[in-house]
Antibody, heavy 119, light 110 residues
Framework: QVQLVQSGAEVKKPGASVKVSCKAS????????IIWVRQAAGQGLELVGWMSPHNIKARLAQKFQGRVTMTGDSSIGTAYMELSSLRSEDTAVYYC????????????WGRGTLVTVSS | QSVLTQPPSTSGTPGQRVTISCSGSSSNIGSNTVSWYQQLPGAAPKLLIFSNNQRPSGVPDRFSGSKSGTSASLAISGLQSEDEADYYCTTWDDSPNGWVFGGGTKVTVL
């Protein structure tokens, strides 16, 4: 079955870091970019950044530069997004999505990972 | 403040046709293709329309997309109760390089 399987919910304290995983299943991990998007409760979608599994080169939205690291492990077909120096405003559902081959859209989404930042 | 502008909400009765607009600029919609996503309550977004007006397999033909200049639209004809969801437009922005999203439109079926 073609899917993206994300890691489970996390609760973190302010200042800590969180690492969310996104495992590709049923397709070749190397053939598609992975994009990360977050959604705070009741809010819209916000781009975090995206990564090419080929060269693990990540591009981040400006507001996340310096706080987000995106990596991948092609041997297990998994992408990771690590967010550091967490603050309450980072509380959100984090989604990974697959970039379509040859197209500028996202054709497969993970179910999301809730990250809660609370003291 | 989203780069792409969508109306916050719209509504219709079953069977009606509703449209959702998505307004951008020359660096995003004016230069690149638009995709639309449906997000049902409590679920992840799902691809609805790609390349301005193409439907993935499995998406009913009640959903259609169009683009003109720096704006795009999503139309839902024959509105059904299961269409009640949030809808987002997105495209690539050449300046700065990156994807941009609309703020989302909540469709309510009366």
């Amino acid at each position: 079955q073609v899917q993206l399987v994300q890691s489970g919910a996390e609760v973190k304290k302010p200042g800590a870091s969180v690492k969310v995983s996104c495992k590709a299943s049923g397709y070749s991990f190397m053939n598609h970019n992975i994009i990360w998007v977050r959604q705070a409760a009741g809010q819209g979608l916000e781009l975090v950044g995206w990564m090419s599994p080929h060269n693990i080169k990540a591009r981040l939205a400006q507001k996340f530069q310096g706080r987000v690291t995106m990596t991948g492990d092609s041997s297990i077909g998994t992408a990771y997004m690590e967010l550091s120096s967490l603050r309450s405003e980072d509380t959100a559902v984090y989604y990974c999505a697959r970039g379509a081959q040859g197209g500028w859209y996202f054709d497969l989404w993970g179910r999301g990972t809730l990250v809660t930042v609370s003291s | 403040q989203s780069v792409l502008t969508q109306p916050p909400s719209t509504s219709g009765t079953p069977g009606q046709r509703v449209t959702i607009s998505c307004s951008g600029s020359s660096s995003n919609i004016g230069s690149n293709t638009v995709s639309w996503y449906q997000q049902l309550p409590g679920a992840a977004p799902k691809l609805l329309i790609f390349s301005n007006n193409q439907r993935p397999s499995g998406v009913p033909d009640r959903f259609s997309g169009s683009k003109s200049g720096t704006s795009a639209s999503l139309a839902i004809s024959g509105l059904q109760s299961e269409d009640e969801a949030d809808y987002y437009c997105t495209t690539w922005d050449d300046s700065p390089n990156g994807w941009v999203f609309g703020g989302g439109t909540k469709v309510t079926v009366l």
